[in-house]
């Protein structure tokens, strides 16, 4: 493995201690009840939302500086896994929410005082993709363009915003990639969410025509990626983790809820539920399935195994100051695509298992389902292109297909 090692902090002053992992089970009740009309109003309740600001889930990965948490990832994963349990939309928002919190944390000090000045829970969603356009000012840049799916935007104060810099001078005339910080003020949201799975995360459009971003709202994605930026050298390690490793790391929380509860709704019901058209009056009794049963539990111990190896990983990096390489980063997104896939083919295993009566509009199985296949297609944890990024990094061929890695 081919590191750097970078100056390690000191540790900052301790905060007000709060629990995220218990704060979500404590709110795990309230986000089940919730979710039938989040899903109809395709945006999370304030409800819901409150209830996560209230159990630490939205300050997680916020400096403590700022009165937040800089919670180890192993607890995030835990805590946010515990949320997508109970509401697969509400923690795939908060999983996006925090992402966005690490990466204000990596922006210059300025920035982040302008973000949290007002409490440790404003909330920043963020959209990768650079669907837009920027000209260089001075002071800064003009940016137009329209990003989605923009993911808890109807709950966020700031937009994190995929944007090509061109002429870029820190990169000798080329264009570079980054990610800007934007006001939702400034911005035009559009309703556009109409998929049907993860219906409640709000994913809808967002639009300028004319922002002007100041030099120190400004994230250069490639040193970022390796674990480098102005806010990288504060007064915490939480921000010098890789970028896109962290990120995807707590992806794996939102599959790894979706599985547990679908096993837990199955394992619930085998026991009074008879297996149709056999002599079964319990499912429970049937060795088919609990042969399918404890292969789909088997697959959900694996990938929280893996899911915590990764997140320890992830922070050994940020702790020693250490700078992974490529291949290390490449592994790691090969991982997310691993556990979305093998967390989604437990969760169809399960289903079948339970029966057609899973799809009933009633049962939250179906809802599951419709998450669970939304979700695992997201382009970071897509299996098909995580493996042939950690495939290429393996063999030393390059280039490698992503830049995101």
């Not at 409150?50 to 403590?64: E, K, M, N, S």
């Not at 650079?130 to 840049?141: A, D, H, K, L, Q």
């Not at 994190?160 to 035009?188: F, H, N, Q, Y």
């Not at 102005?230 to 490793?245: E, I, N, T, V």
Request: hydrophobic share 45%; net charge neutral.
């Amino acid at each position: 493995m081919s590191t750097t090692t970078l100056p390690v902090d000191t540790p900052s002053d301790p905060v007000e201690p709060i629990d995220p992992v218990a704060g979500a089970a404590a709110v795990a009740p309230l986000l089940a009840e919730q979710r039938p009309l989040g899903e109809s109003r395709r945006r999370l309740t304030d409800a819901t939302v409150a209830a996560l600001a209230d159990a630490g889930q939205l300050r997680t990965w916020v400096p403590r500086r700022f009165g937040g948490l800089e919670t180890d990832t192993p607890s995030v994963i835990d805590a946010t896994a515990r949320i997508s349990a109970a509401d697969p939309a509400a923690g795939w928002v908060t999983m996006i929410l925090s992402c966005a919190d690490f990466l204000v944390g990596m922006l210059e000090q300025r920035a982040q005082q302008e973000v949290w000045s007002s409490g440790p829970d404003t909330s920043v969603c963020a959209v990768f993709n650079p669907s837009s356009t920027s000209e260089r000012v001075p002071g800064g840049w003009r940016v137009r363009g329209r990003w989605m799916p923009a993911s808890g935007c109807r709950h966020a104060s700031w937009a994190l915003l995929g944007v090509p810099l061109a002429d870029d001078p820190k990169a000798a005339g080329a264009t570079t990639r980054a990610s800007v910080l934007i006001p939702m003020s400034e911005l035009t949201v559009t309703a556009s969410w109409n998929a049907i799975g993860m219906r409640a995360t709000g994913s809808d459009t967002l639009e300028t025509a004319d922002a002007f971003v100041p030099q120190h709202r400004v994230l250069r994605l490639a040193p970022a990626l390796e674990g480098r930026s102005p806010g990288s050298y504060g007064a915490s390690w939480r921000h010098r983790s890789p970028l896109m490793p962290t990120l995807s790391v707590h992806m794996m929380a939102v599959y790894l809820g979706m599985a547990a509860s679908a096993l837990d709704v199955v394992l619930a019901a085998a026991g009074s539920k008879p297996l149709t058209f056999t002599t079964y009056s319990r499912a429970a009794e049937s060795g088919g399935v609990q042969t399918a049963v404890a292969k789909a539990a088997l697959t959900i111990d694996a990938m929280w195994a893996l899911a915590h190896h990764a997140a320890r990983e992830v922070d050994w990096w940020a702790r020693t100051g250490t700078r992974p390489s490529t291949a290390d980063r490449a592994r790691v997104r090969g991982w997310t695509g691993h556990v979305a896939a093998q967390c989604r083919e437990a969760v169809d295993q399960l289903v079948s298992c339970y029966g057609a009566s899973a799809f009933a509009e009633t049962n939250p199985l179906q809802a599951t389902v419709r998450d669970m296949h939304a979700a695992s297609r997201h382009a970071v944890a897509n299996p098909i292109t995580g493996t042939e990024i950690y495939g290429r990094a393996l063999l030393g061929v390059e280039p490698s297909i992503a830049t995101l890695i």
